[in-house]
């Protein structure tokens, strides 16, 4: 089996035995499909559950593109992946409290998102209410409601589904969760590292390398490829090639936040549960599998469509971005002293490098005509 098709969930069900047809069941079923995975209950925490602040910075990085690009007089925000939907409600409640956004300009929110579970918690953060789904089954939108500030919200599956147009995309900790192959250099050359079925141990997974090259291997890999082990994600390719083509044919801009690196880290496939780090071949399906987004393959794959931006770590752009003032003003306005040592810990934990502040980076897509040399590489956060 693939490794791509191990973190997709797909299982060989037809060459499996009794137990390995309980795995496979597991990966069909899809680890995020049916719960929540977010929060101190859940295997992990994403920014936004941390701090405020971490949304409201976003969502001026939004603003201020906007404002850059001439004030279009429509707005559509698309986030991939939305998580429990507390980031859009954070830069929802940043386009409210800025007038000339919320009053002179028709936004929209369209939230991309696979997992039921996910979708109905997303509603209930939103808009406050459970949503049913849309009846009708040949429509795009499979379910829609109004924030609480009274911007309409629309639900999609897949990112084609989105209209077109002037848009503003969003992806943070998406493209991690998304499966890799992954390869090793050889004497034979480069193979790839495939799941089998331990001989000795019927009922355990392990790490093999594929006997010949596989197709995989022929294609991902480039002849110029320093490292002795590599991770590619089609998936992100493909789906960094849409939002070029979206963004250099309609405008608008991306920004993905996520783990990391710029072509340099080898083998970063690991798992977690239960805020731990957990054996990714253990109970497949019930822990959360992630892999460090190559941000020069992201690069590599727009095709010169759109120019790119960074990337940079977290902390220097939460910091371009202005978090120092923003954390003053807060610890400014309350006097409780929980709420104080709450938000001084999420600044900690956002910005310090031992911490989230070198681990996370930040990348983004605009188009050509958005700077005036398309080849400059800019800061994201230096975009303000």
């Known amino acids: 089996m693939s490794l791509a098709a191990y973190g997709s969930r797909v299982g060989l069900l037809s060459h499996l035995k009794t137990h390995q047809q309980a795995v496979a069941k597991a990966f069909l079923n899809g680890y995020y499909m049916h719960h929540d995975m977010l929060g101190e209950k859940g295997d992990f925490v ?4 941390i701090s405020q602040i971490f949304g409201e910075l976003i969502g001026i990085w939004y603003v201020s593109e906007w404002m850059a690009i ?3 007089k429509t707005f559509q925000l698309v986030e991939l992946g939305p998580g429990r939907g507390t980031l859009t409600g954070d830069i929802l409640r940043v386009f409210h409290q800025l007038g000339s956004l919320h009053n ?29 789904p849309e009846s009708d089954d040949t429509s795009p939108v499979y379910m829609k409601g109004t924030s609480k500030t009274g ?70 890999i480039q002849d110029e490829e320093p490292r002795d082990h590599v991770e590619v994600c089609p998936d992100a390719g493909v789906l960094i090639q849409k939002l070029a083509c979206r963004i250099e044919k309609d405008g608008g801009a991306a920004l993905i936040a996520d783990y990391g690196h710029d072509g340099t880290k080898t083998d970063t496939f690991r798992g977690f549960r239960n805020h731990k780090l957990h054996d990714v071949l253990i109970a497949p399906g019930t822990a959360d599998l992630t892999a460090d987004v190559d941000f020069s393959y992201l690069r590599s794959m727009t095709q010169g469509r759109v120019t790119t931006l960074g990337p940079i770590a977290q902390q220097e752009f939460l910091k371009n971005m202005g978090i120092d003032v923003r954390l003053q003003v807060l610890l400014q306005k309350s006097h409780d002293v929980t709420v104080r040592e709450q938000l001084i810990r999420g600044y900690q934990m956002l910005t310090d490098p031992k911490q989230m502040g070198d681990r996370f980076y930040f ?22």
């Open 363 to 384: 990348f983004a897509l605009l188009p050509h005509h958005r700077l005036k040399s398309s080849d400059k590489q800019v800061n994201p956060g230096a975009v303000n």
């Open 104 to 132: 002179k300009c028709n936004v929209s929110i369209h939230l991309v998102e696979v997992s039921p579970k996910l979708s109905e918690i997303q509603a209930l953060t939103l808009t406050g209410e459970k949503i049913q």
């Open 151 to 220: 911007i309409p919200i629309f639900w999609y599956r897949t990112l084609q589904d989105v209209p077109q147009g002037n848009s503003f995309y969003l992806a943070h900790e998406f493209f991690d969760a998304l499966p890799i192959h992954k390869f090793q250099r050889t004497e034979k050359g480069w193979r790839e590292v495939l799941i089998d079925i331990d001989p000795e141990v019927p009922d355990k997974l392990r790490f093999v390398l594929a006997p010949a090259v596989t197709p995989a291997a022929k294609y991902f």
């Open 46 to 49: 994403t920014s936004p559950e």
């Open 70 to 72: 001439g004030k279009p």
